[in-house]
């Protein structure tokens, strides 16, 4: 070193060699005498506890301020508070460091162990998977009658299995690898879906659904026919699915949205289906009005469409028609002939379905059909007379099949007698044309209680 180096080094208080090349690599003079003091004047010790305690020499990223030893803002050896500033902040920023690398490595294990973790779960799920296959194999293997078979039936190969998919279907992701349910099911049949099928198909489908709800076929034989009457007009030609008559005739009817979708009606928003003018096949239309007009002539149409015209009429009377007052008086008249009921909850408790609704009352065991028809006018005073004539009838459902009771014939009988106790369940329905005709069905099925008579007896 030079005479001027040794008498600045002499002015700064530096004694030795060592200090001398920390204080060159750019470390403060007190700081590099103090790492000395801790290293015993080993100067690599001494520059690496420098570096590590943030390295005054080594510039801060992006400062704001000048940092305490650098060229902008040089360390005053003599300045006691500005050297402990110094070394605070350079083991603040070492510290932060050294905590973002641990936060890092942390995360890093983390990812590591979940990773490890999903590998073992879907190792395991395949090794009980292959343990239940070949119990299963093994078990069909020697219900056997034929030993030869059994000792040469080779395992299961289950080398193309693969982990499940978010596209795996409904199987799990589990693919064989021959065939699938055509090869391991040949005789299972899966049909096809509706889309799937022909125009012809669906149509004649969806018309066979909607056999049991007569109003639906009904409501759809019309507006098509509109439709094939007059293409052009765009009113035939939408379906608003908001409305009255769409709510109570074609909602949630099965096959009925589907019908005109097959007839290239197309959704238009959320509550509205469109047919363009464009899509508009005469040949659809032909074939679905043949499909709904043979539904027309099914039993099943004709059953429900009889009940729903039953059940419009009994509505009606039990409302009161179209006098209310006259009505009040003769169901009063009918009240009046009714015994009283048994105090206690005692009796038979006879229960009664009228349409949509259901009526309960009891009544003593040797209380009188009668007195259940006097009472069932109290509901609604013309359906005593439409029992007698036989237009409606009233039908023991208690029994097995369910029974048609002749309440002309069995008046004075009993409830005890028709079966009616303790308890009876009566349904006032629409008669077949058989019962209209008084010509009895061969109805036969053994007493229900104790002292009733058998069904052939009460009508």
């Known amino acids: 070193m030079s005479s001027a180096a040794d008498a600045a080094g002499a002015a700064l208080g530096i004694t030795s060699e060592a200090e001398r090349q920390l204080i060159c690599m750019g470390f403060p003079a007190e700081q590099a005498r103090a790492a000395l003091n801790a290293t015993d004047g080993n100067v690599e010790r001494a520059a690496e506890l420098l570096l590590a305690g943030g390295g005054a020499a080594a510039p801060a990223p992006a400062p704001t301020a000048p940092v ?5 803002a040089p360390i005053d050896v003599d300045d006691d508070d500005a050297v402990r500033r110094a070394i605070a902040e350079s083991r603040a920023a070492e510290e932060e460091r050294r905590l973002r690398a641990a936060q890092e490595e942390s995360m890093g294990n983390a990812n ?54 978010s596209n795996s279907g409904g199987n799990g992701g589990i693919r064989m690898k021959s065939g699938g349910l055509t090869t391991h099911h040949p005789d299972v049949k899966v049909p096809k879906r509706m889309a799937d099928k022909t125009k012809e198909e669906q149509l004649m489908r969806c018309a066979d659904r909607l056999k ?6 009904d409501t759809l034989l019309v507006a098509l026919q509109a439709v094939r009457k007059d293409p052009s007009n765009e009113r035939y030609r939408k379906v608003d699915k908001t409305t009255v008559g769409y709510n109570n005739t074609l909602k949630d009817k099965p096959g009925a949205e589907d019908m005109l979708l097959a007839m290239n009606f197309r959704p238009h928003g959320v509550n509205e289906l469109r047919l363009d003018r464009s899509m508009v096949d005469d040949a659809l239309l032909y074939l679905a009005i043949s499909a709904l007009e043979k539904a027309r002539e099914s039993e099943e149409y004709k059953e429900n469409k009889a009940k729903a015209r039953f059940i419009r009429e009994l509505n009606q009377i ?6 209310s007052e006259a009505e009040a008086v003769r169901r009063a008249e009918f009240m009046a002939k009714v015994v009283s009921e048994p105090a206690g909850g005692s009796g038979a408790l006879i229960q009664l379905t009228l349409g949509e609704d259901v009526v309960r009352r009891r009544f003593d065991g040797d209380d009188v059909l009668q007195d259940v028809v006097n009472w069932i006018g109290g509901h609604g005073s013309a359906i005593p007379y439409k029992l007698a004539s036989r237009d409606w009838c009233l039908v023991d459902i208690n029994r097995y099949p369910p029974t048609p009771i002749d309440t002309q014939k069995n008046a004075e009988r009993t409830l005890q007698y028709i079966g009616c106790w303790p308890s009876g369940r009566l349904e006032v329905q629409p008669s077949s044309e058989e019962w209209k005709k008084g010509s009895n069905p ?18």
């Open 112 to 165: 590591r162990a979940r990773t490890a973790a999903m590998a073992n779960a879907g190792r395991a799920a395949l090794a009980r998977f292959e343990e239940k296959s070949a119990k299963k194999t093994t078990k069909k293997a020697n219900g056997r009658n034929d030993p030869v078979r059994r000792s040469n039936t080779a395992p299961p190969d289950f080398g193309s299995i693969r982990p499940p998919t």
């Open 212 to 217: 049991p709800y007569p109003f639906a076929v």
């Open 68 to 72: 305490y030893g650098s060229a902008a």
């Open 442 to 459: 061969d109805l036969k099925g053994s007493s229900r209680g104790l002292g009733s008579a058998p069904t052939s007896e009460l009508h």
């Open 318 to 323: 039990r409302r009161g028609g179209d006098n």
